[in-house]
């Protein structure tokens, strides 16, 4: 009798599982049952807020045009991750983490943070932060409450497989490492040399995330860094004179790309039951700013030291956000959020995304027989 009621409670739990659009019943349905990002600060939705000794965006004017404020997200107002979650049809942006608590996690969990890196050392000289080796590990509890609500290991998985996962890792370990003397990466590596150590690292970490469940994985590369005010400010004898960027930088970060493609080519050829996508932010944030509609592509919105990334605390931003590409010294304004967003979930042009864009990757069906392979030519 009780192992057959168990039956009955296993058999409807799988029935809300495979109809979870009709737990939203009344609301929007979202394509997909969750979403779980994985990143630095162009993704952090507050976790910093919860540490200590931590770089925070928790003050006016970050937030600006936020509904609930200053958030601890780096912009005015929405991030990336942000305008994914709305496209992706999700009513409201995905729980932060925080240092666990966070209730609402069948949605999935935002485990970004300021700072973070693939490597532990990456950011560890601007405070607390979540690693991509601590986000991980707190996606490892998410996983087990999941499993715990669902009744099995088994049906979380298969829930789990539905999902869509962003990576958006790497940014902080050059800007808040291999560029920075004092973390003294560069004095050990040749560019070529630091990509291929990132990548070997990165790649453990994806593997892990696949263990843990995930199929559907869009790993972001990296944007132009050497276009960030900041980094135009500090470093202005080397500003190239049309592109207006540091393109040094910009050259480092596109060996750590072009290994990232490799890379996600050899896991798909691995794992064939799973996607792992790129997603070309080196060309999503490309030079072309002036014909997306933004006037200032280079100077941030609202006030910073000069050099450096911080908005002024309560100081007053520039009036039109819109106008603008960076909100403070190294992160984009909602306005551009939305433009990279809208490329990543949906591409433009067929160097955006490889193989698929995260609209694509929403739709498959995925089985064990076929294997992605990414078309380099393609890119
Ligand atoms: C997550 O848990 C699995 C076992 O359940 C373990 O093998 C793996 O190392 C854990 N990952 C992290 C990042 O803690
Ligand atoms: C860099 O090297 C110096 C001298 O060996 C050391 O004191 C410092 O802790 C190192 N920096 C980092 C971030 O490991
Ligand atoms: C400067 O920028 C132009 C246009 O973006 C490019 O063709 C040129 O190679 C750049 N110079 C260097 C040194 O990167
Ligand atoms: C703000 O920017 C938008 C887009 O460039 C433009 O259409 C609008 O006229 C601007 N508004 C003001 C008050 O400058």
Redesign the pocket.
Known sequence: MESGLKALWVLSVVLLVSNWQHWTYGKRVPQVPCYFVFGDSLFDNGNNNYLDKAAKANYLPYGIDFDTGASGRCSNGLNIADTIAEQLGFDSYITEFGVGGCTNFLDGVNYGSSGAGILDSSGSLTGEIFTMDAQLFNHNITVSRIAKILGSEEVARKYLSQCIYVSDMGHNDYLNNYFKEEYNSSKQYTPEEYAQHLIEIYETQLEKLYCSGARKIAVFGLIRVGCMPHIIQNHHNDVNASSLCVEKFNSDVQFFNAELLKLLNRLNTKHSDAVFTYINSYEIDSDDQTNT???YTRESCCQVESGSVPCKSLSAPC?????YVYWDGAHFTE?KAWAFGKRAYKRQSPKDACPYDISELVKLKLDDSDAYNINHAQL
Not at 319 to 323: A, E, F, L, Q, Y
């Open positions: 509609g933004f006037t009036s039109n956000r819109s106008d306005a």
